[in-house]
């Protein structure tokens, strides 16, 4: 079983220290998600066991062979590659092959009668017999096709932002490496693409380290979490949910380990005042761990006594309103005759495709975005704060504590008590020595929380926030959540985050592409999940009961335990045709093998295979939801 091992890590970033001394070991198969605030240094832990950064002290150790693949937030592509180079990148023997087969396919698919094509083709699909990379060229298709990447022979340059991060997810996948680190590989990710991949994640049979925002995601695929806090890292056993009872549990403890401490620390500070003099060793003794429980007692105010239901300003019934509202953007039908009323205390979520103009409904609103036809309507006493997708400019000579004292020195809470900024601050996660650090120092997401925290002081009455997960980490998120809770105002949100939805939006637009959005009212869990229904009653209406009449739909569905009698006889053969399925193209491949030159059986094998392929996958995905119930 494969091992890397770290021993007595330690970095320091400024004059600040992230890691001190951390030991630890990641085995073969496990699945780790790491979870720290944003500033703890995630990121340079991930940099530095990826061997992107070097540490300033520790040992790194792990097989001469292995292997290491990492997603960056921000994925470092050369513009100038096709797709293909980008996803098949890699310097294996498996690699090369499949590189090399799919440049072959390419030539040969433009002139099948070029001779030198036709070689070149025959070699190429020698060598991936040789290197048995039929199977590894295969999954590679899958996984770009469930990413919704399809054209290899695309320039990265000519992607959007999200199609780049999905490229350089697809190339770490692919390449099935020892350890696979994913720097928040949800990002850009719409519901499907994310089932899937907490799906594959959870069957991936390497080691895993993850960062991510997305606390549903953490749940279905680690088993462990790692927190990183104050150059420690705290180590957890479990899921999401499993860390959340675990970490009560040591902050209780540690907790009564505190207030102990504060009250041996106040008889000593009473015997000190007492003036009794050091004339004896037991007396200096206790002098000195006088001095040392004055270094550790915690004197300080706990940020959870500090109110952040801050009051915002009045606002009217009317607040937005859209009326037969048309847009189109670069040939994009965005809305297309869409009406809209938003009123007071409305938590309007807004979800569905990538590109299908979510973010463009919050410029409008925003009327930053004028429409091509209809009317928005904006209450004369909206005051909007609008968390775009990135911030406004901010002075990297610049304190802390200064940037929010532009806005005001304090702010008033829903109940009236005036609070300083630094009581804010400490609230929203920025301990009290850092509020006169300089702007130019602080990581990226500590800069976004910056930010959003500035717009709340403005104390608005409408919040429009667009894809706040991106950026903000699990602790600031829980803030930002408790504060929208107790929001007086309309809130309306951008985010793909199905924890954050589930919290704080009641009703959801669904954009479906090409104008359409669906409107919900409900949780998002319970939108996708009748979507689930309605696609396997669907699934089995059309194979096995295409004459069966549709029963009209309950009031309140009973919850599913067991199989229908059709998905039970659907059970009985499911395996057995699986079995064939993969003998199937496990012939195919052979016969591929054995065809020679002959190009044009060639490609017609190929294309078999690939669809027969996809047949398999889809029919994997109905097994494991009939083996729940069976």
Known sequence: MKEYKITNLTHSYGDKLLFDRLSFSIMENEHIGLI?????????FLDILSGDQQ????????????????????????????????????????????REYERALETLSLNAQNVQAQNRFSQ????????????????????????????????????????????????????APDLLILDEPTNHLDFDMIRWLEDYLAQYKGALLLVTHDRYFLDHTVRE??????????HYTGNYQDYVEQKAVREEAEMQAEHKRKQLYK????????GVQARGTKQQARINRF????????????????????????LGKKVLELEDATLSLNGKMILDGFNLLVQNQDRIGITGENGAGKSTVLNVLAQRLPLDSGTLTVGETVKIAYYTQTNEKMDPQKRVISYLQEVAEEVTTSDGVRISVSQLLEKFLFERPTHGTLIGKLSGGEKRRLYLLKLLMQQPNVLLLDEPTNDLDIATLTVLEDYIETFPGAVIAVSHDRYFLDKVADKLLVFQGNGKIDVHFGKITTYLASLEVEDQQSNVSADKQPTAKKEPAADKPKEKTKLTYMEQKEWETIEDELFEMEEEIEQLEKEMAASGSDFEKLQELEQRRSELTEAFEQKMSRWEYLSQYA
Not at 68 to 97: R, S
Request: proline fraction near 3%.
């Open 225 to 234: 979490i790692y927190e990183l806090s104050h150059g420690s890292l705290y």
């Open 124 to 175: 190429a699909e020698q060598k991936m017999t040789q290197e048995n990379a039929w199977l590894a060229s295969t999954n590679a298709k899958t996984i770009l096709t469930k990413l919704g990447i399809t054209d290899l022979k695309a320039k990265a340059g000519t992607l959007s932002g999200g199609q780049l991060k999905r490229t350089a997810l697809a190339q770490v996948l692919i390449q």
């Open 36 to 44: 720290g605030v944003n500033g703890t240094g995630k990121t340079t």
């Open 267 to 274: 008889q000593e500070l009473a015997w000190m005042r007492a």
């Open 55 to 98: 540490p300033d002290e520790g040992e790194i150790t792990a097989p001469k062979d292995y292997r290491i693949g990492y997603l960056k937030q921000q994925p470092d592509i050369d513009l100038n590659q096709t797709v293909m180079d980008v996803v098949f990148a890699g310097d294996t023997p498996i690699m090369n092959a499949v």
């Open 291 to 314: 001095r040392e429980l004055e270094g550790t007692v915690n004197q300080g105010q706990s940020d959870s006594s500090i109110d952040m239901a801050l009051s915002g300003s009045r």
